[in-house]
């Protein structure tokens, strides 16, 4: 089974910090995605990597940036927290489509807290 | 740009019962994929089913079906035999199917069914 984990289940921050929302996956997965899971909204994409170093812009980017330094690891940056960050932060993987891949798997989420 | 809908934001279902989700989307795609996920309390998100849309045949999964109306498109998620552990937030997603990477994945708001005893 594909298994994609984050590193922290609840984070509690304070406004202006900088947090860091760590994702790995285990499946040698081209694809990885971070989204942000808000009530009445569903999910939106922040950012997404297609490959080592590379990123693209969802349709959220404002206040986020990210982080691929190696294949199975996405990170998620925000760099100066604020309340409106609050949210169910998921991150998902999945197969290039090239290799057939359309599901996404995701994380069990991060809920993120910002005092 | 496409979108999904999902006019039910809560429901319930006893034990046992049939239980239907709909979920509209709007496209000019021909070609595209649809899905239905579900996210448990405090758990995470999985797949249930998949469609696509150039297979006239209804998907199923087991006690998870789908009626995939291309024409009115619409894609409704069937659940025979409801179980404690069908409670959870269901979303419909949508996804172009030469999407080069997969980040053109829509998802609707989502549906929480709860399954009563």
């Known amino acids: 089974d594909v298994k994609v984990t984050q590193s922290s289940r609840y984070l509690v921050k304070r406004t202006g910090e900088k947090v860091f929302l760590e994702c790995v996956q285990d499946?040698?997965?081209?694809?990885m995605f971070w989204y942000r899971q808000d009530p009445g909204l569903g999910l939106r994409l922040i950012y997404f990597?297609?490959?080592?170093?590379?990123?693209e812009k969802g349709d959220i980017p404002e206040g986020y940036s990210v982080s691929r330094e190696k294949k199975e690891r996405f990170s998620l940056i925000l760099e100066s927290a604020s309340t409106n960050q609050t949210s169910m932060y998921l991150c998902?993987?999945?197969?290039?489509?090239?290799?057939?891949?359309?599901?996404?798997?995701f994380g069990a989420g991060t809920r993120l807290s910002v005092l | 740009a496409q979108t999904v809908t999902q006019s039910q934001p809560e429901m319930s279902v006893q034990e046992a019962e049939t239980v239907t989700l709909s979920c509209t989307y709007d496209t000019s795609e021909n070609n595209y994929y649809l899905f239905w996920y579900k996210q448990p309390p405090s758990r995470q998100m999985i797949l249930v089913i998949r469609?696509?849309?150039?297979?006239?045949q209804n998907a199923t999964e087991n006690r998870f079906s789908v009626n995939f109306q291309k024409a009115a498109k619409s894609f409704s998620l069937k659940i025979s035999d409801s179980q404690l552990g069908d409670t959870a937030m269901y979303f419909c997603a949508f996804m172009k199917l030469y999407d080069n990477y997969g980040q053109n994945f829509v998802f609707g708001p989502g549906t929480r069914l709860s399954v009563l005893p």
């Open positions: 469609q696509e849309a150039y297979k006239q």
């Open positions: 499946m040698d997965h081209e694809n």
């Open positions: 998902a993987s999945s197969l290039s489509i090239g290799a057939g891949g359309n599901i996404q798997y």
């Open positions: 990597s297609y490959d080592v170093k590379m990123k």
